[in-house]
Every structure is written in structure tokens, then in C-alpha cells.
């Protein structure tokens, strides 16, 4: 049977979900993992135990490294994390289990994060959720927020489990080494009408480069590297670079905190300026502990040997380590 929601999708219907969501509005997709194979047929394994286990649990998707099953139309509230996170939530079951980085982007796991990718994009569409993963304060919020004005997004399992401790949920998927930062880049691809990259290349290679505004700053990334674009080019939207050409604008929505650019790491990527500017320094290092040497030698001698033009010496030279260093992270502004 085909998908009523979703024709080109497989519907297969479990022995246990809810009608509606209790007048409840969605706002979250939530990412889960099976604890199970990653087998080329574990999709279609996992819906098919759904119809027959008898503890109640359901998903809205199983997606395994080549296709993805419905099993609850996304108006419906699939058993999944409890009350609040069943009424809120759209339920996506990752098959697999708690792996590495590195793991959930070789080549099994990446399919399954491109097909899961796709069909949290469609919820995102759907339902006008922002592509941005929520932190358990947010999931909370969305619950407890009146008239369904709480924050909305994507979230783990573990999210719910953490925001609703009241409701005595222990499951932690999809565990800390998820590549949230792959799979986020993922769905916006799909929103915006594109598609990833179908290989991992262990990470580097993760999908096309998109510009992105936060921190009322514009920024070209590409899931790995983010890097500044000079002011003048967006004048916010009045530049070269138009608010249709920007996620933020035209796309995401208000980004929120998971997306400030404050710091050497977020979800869209690592500051290339910075990381240059870090190994730089590195490099740099050891010239400045031998200057320092230089330093103390020239103090133990004391008066004995002219010391002024020596140190005027060492003062350039760290002028001059000091360039490089800024010239070294400079090369890759945008």
C-alpha cells in the first residue's frame, strides 16, 4: 500500500499509534535510532515489527541506507517518547545504533541520513518548521509556551527525554556523536529544492554551499567551513548579494540561539578565519620561545653587551611574526 500522504512512499501501518494530536500543533521532527541492523532491508523489517509488537510503540518513518517507510500519516501522533513528545513530534527511526562521527557518515549510515534528511525536510515544509536543532530548554518550552508559540525545529530523542523529565523517558538517541551539523545542512538542501552530496568523503563533502545570516552577518557555508562575506556585498539585501539568495531570509526563518556565530564551532561549520588563524599561530610558536630565550639571555647578561639594538631587533621580529600570523587568516576572508 502506498502512502496516502506521501505516494511514493510505502505505508505501512502499525498495531499502534494515535488519531490526531490532541489539538496539539506540530513542532518538532525528532530524529531517533532503531538500536538495530543497517541492513538494505531494515526499514521494511522495522514497519513490518511495528504491525506486530504488542508494547504500543510506533514511528512515523523507519529509513534505512536506501528507502524509508511511512507507518503513520504526520497528522497522527506515533508512539514514540511519551506523551508530550508524541503530541508535538513527528518521529523519524534512524536504523542503526549509537555509533561514532565518523560511522553515522560511512557509507551505510550516510544513505540513511540523506533518506531521513529528505523526509524531515517534507515535515519542515509541511508544518513551516525552521531548520535548526532545538536544545531541551527549547523542547520544553514548546510544550509548556501557550497557544502553541513555543519554539519549534528539529530535535534527538535524548532532547525530549532531557525536557520532559516528569514524564520518565531514558532513551538518548541519537547519542552524542550524531552529525548534527551533516544532517542539518542535509534538510536545508532538500528545503531549498537541491540535493547532498551522495558520498560522505568521511565528512568533508557534505552538500552544496549555501549563504546563511546570524548575528546579522552574512556567511558562505558548506557544512564544514563557514567564512565571513564583507558587508558591503549584503547591505541587508539592498547589495550585490539579494534577501532571496540568503537562508535566513528566505528560507530558515529566525535562526535563534543553535545558530549564533560567536565561538570556533556551530552546526553550519567551522570559522575557516579562526581555524587558519589557530594553526598559524601554532606554526608560529616555537620562533616566539626561542625570541623569548633571546630575552633572557639578554637580560642574564646585564650590562655587558649593548643591549638596546638587540632588543629593537627581537621587537621587529615579532612584529613581523604578528603579520604573518594575521596574514595567514586574512587570505581566507571571503
Not at 29 to 35: E, F, G, L
Not at 58 to 72: G, L, P
Request: net charge negative; aromatic share 8%.
Amino acid at each position: 500500500m502506498q502512502s496516502p500522504e506521501y505516494p511514493e512512499l510505502p505505508f505501512v501501518q502499525p498495531a499502534a499509534y494515535g488519531t490526531g494530536r490532541d489539538g496539539r500543533r506540530v513542532m518538532y521532527s525528532v530524529i531517533h535510532y532503531t538500536a538495530g541492523a543497517e541492513r538494505s532491508t531494515s526499514a521494511e523489517d522495522g514497519a513490518a515489527y511495528d504491525q506486530r509488537r504488542t508494547d504500543g510503540t510506533s514511528c512515523h518513518f523507519f529509513h534505512d541506507s536506501n528507502s524509508t517507510v511511512q507507518c503513520v500519516l504526520t497528522s497522527n501522533r506515533s508512539n514514540s517518547a511519551f506523551s508530550k513528545g508524541n503530541r508535538l513530534g513527528i518521529h523519524h527511526e534512524l536504523c542503526g545504533t549509537q555509533q561514532t562521527r565518523a560511522q553515522w557518515l560511512d557509507e551505510a549510515s550516510y544513505g540513511t541520513l540523506r533518506q531521513a534528511a529528505r523526509w524531515v525536510a517534507a515535515d519542515c515544509k509541511k508544518y513551516g518548521l525552521p531548520v535548526r536543532r532545538m536544545t531541551p530548554a527549547e523542547v520544553r518550552a514548546s510544550w509548556y509556551t501557550a497557544n502553541s508559540a513555543g519554539p519549534r525545529g528539529i530535535c534527538g530523542h535524548a532532547d525530549i527525554t532531557l525536557a520532559y523529565p516528569e514524564d520518565g523517558g531514558d532513551h538518548m538517541d541519537p547519542g552524542t556523536e550524531f552529525p548534527w551539523d551533516v544532517f542539518l545542512l542535509m534538510v536545508a538542501a532538500y528545503v531549498g529544492g537541491g540535493t547532498p552530496s551522495t558520498t560522505s568523503a568521511g565528512g568533508d563533502d557534505v552538500g552544496r554551499q549555501m549563504l546563511i545570516k546570524a548575528d546579522n552577518k552574512l556567511w558562505l557555508v558548506d557544512g564544514m567551513w563557514r567564512r565571513p562575506v564583507p558587508d558591503s556585498w549584503y547591505s541587508n539585501g539592498t547589495g550585490p548579494i539579494s534577501d532571496q539568495q540568503v537562508h535566513q531570509a528566505a528560507l530558515l526563518g529566525t535562526m535563534g540561539a543553535p545558530y549564533n556565530t560567536g565561538g570556533d564551532l556551530d552546526v553550519w561549520g567551522i570559522d575557516i578565519e579562526t581555524r587558519v588563524a589557530s594553526r598559524v599561530s601554532a606554526a608560529l610558536a616555537p620562533i616566539g620561545d626561542r625570541l623569548n630565550h633571546i630575552d633572557d639571555l639578554l637580560t642574564a647578561a646585564g650590562g655587558s653587551v649593548d643591549n638596546a639594538p638587540v632588543l629593537a631587533a627581537v621587537a621587529e621580529l615579532r612584529a613581523v611574526l604578528a603579520a604573518a600570523a594575521h596574514a595567514g587568516a586574512d587570505q581566507y576572508d571571503a
